[in-house]
């Protein structure tokens, strides 16, 4: 079997995080009028950056060494990614007595206190992440992202160790 171009598997990285962004932002933020929890944004925004790498790639459509490189940075933000979405399916899957309270909302974190200090706090979780809001075929907004972020590090390793 032969496995699509480098510039048409960029394509497909680059479609997938544009449907999971505008899904989010028009289907559950604007349609089910569903607010994003901090661990909700720092999943947007590492959605919105491999977008970015992808969107790069297909422009550049670089040689060997580029295409690992990207697909190398993309590895990087999708273990990121990987890793925030299962700390936030963990948070869900708390007994009720465990879970952290809730915590001030992310613009009010950013706005007093130090980058450092907020993204730990984010990290931390609080309770609103660990509010199932919405549910598809079963799986909760988190466990959804989560299967998102497994399906784009198949395909950016198979970016990383093609061989043409």
Known sequence: MKT???????????????????F??????????LEPCPLCIVDR?????LALVFLVAVVHNPKRLGQRIYAGINLVL????????????????????????????????LDVFPLSKTLKMVFSGSGECAEIQWQFLGLSIPEQT???????TALVLLQLFRKT
């Open 78 to 109: 999708v273990t990121l990614g990987f890793l925030v979405g299962a700390r936030h399916v963990w948070l869900q899957h708390l007994p009720a007595d465990q879970v952290p309270e809730c915590g001030p909302g992310l613009d009010y974190m």
């Open 4 to 22: 699509p171009s480098y510039r048409l598997t960029n394509v497909l990285g680059l479609l997938a995080c544009v449907a999971a962004i505008l």
């Open 146 to 152: 989560l299967l998102l972020f497994l399906a784009l």
């Open 45 to 49: 925004v590492i959605i919105m950056t």
């Open 24 to 33: 989010a932002v028009l289907i559950l933020q604007g349609t089910l009028n």
